[in-house]
């Protein structure tokens, strides 16, 4: 059985699919298939990264690809990654949820600080 987690995309090497900000619903322990976006760990201490899953390797790694060839950093840099590195595969954008969360964001920069405003009496 799987469990499930929520995942912020972070940078634009998945533009033109996934933005800055989209949040994720993630599975672990999925069996991934060519073609499904899933959560890698790159080496070299690089950040938990979203990544198209792109075919098997013959020594059993995954070979991965960013949808933005101008940004990031994919399998043509690191190299096909292990299977232990595949952390989750992406089931749905949430989109209702970022959708609110990006609103938000943009009352909250055109709003004044709380506690600065004027004083009701």
């Known amino acids: 059985m799987s469990?499930?987690?929520?995942?912020i995309v972070r940078g634009r090497s998945m533009l033109p699919t996934l933005r800055d900000g989209d949040r994720l619903l993630v599975a672990y322990a999925?069996?991934?298939?060519?073609?499904?976006?899933?959560?890698?760990?790159?080496?070299?201490?690089?950040?938990?990264?979203?990544?198209?899953?792109?075919?098997?390797?013959?020594?059993?790694?995954?070979?991965?690809?960013?949808?933005?060839?101008?940004?990031?950093?994919?399998?043509?840099?690191?190299?096909?990654?292990p299977e232990g590195d595949l952390v989750a595969v992406v089931v749905a954008r949430l989109r209702v949820v970022t959708a609110f969360v990006r609103l938000r964001d943009r009352l909250a920069a055109a709003l004044p600080?709380?506690?600065?405003?004027?004083?009701?009496?």
């Not at 790694?61 to 950093?73: K, T």
């Not at 600080?113 to 009496?121: A, D, K, L, N, T």
């Open 113 to 121: 600080p709380r506690g600065r405003g004027r004083r009701r009496s």
């Open 30 to 81: 999925r069996t991934p298939r060519p073609g499904s976006l899933v959560l890698v760990v790159l080496p070299g201490g690089r950040p938990l990264s979203v990544k198209r899953l792109v075919r098997r390797e013959p020594d059993g790694g995954w070979w991965v690809e960013r949808d933005n060839p101008r940004e990031g950093i994919d399998s043509w840099h690191v190299g096909a990654i």
């Open 3 to 7: 469990k499930y987690g929520i995942a």
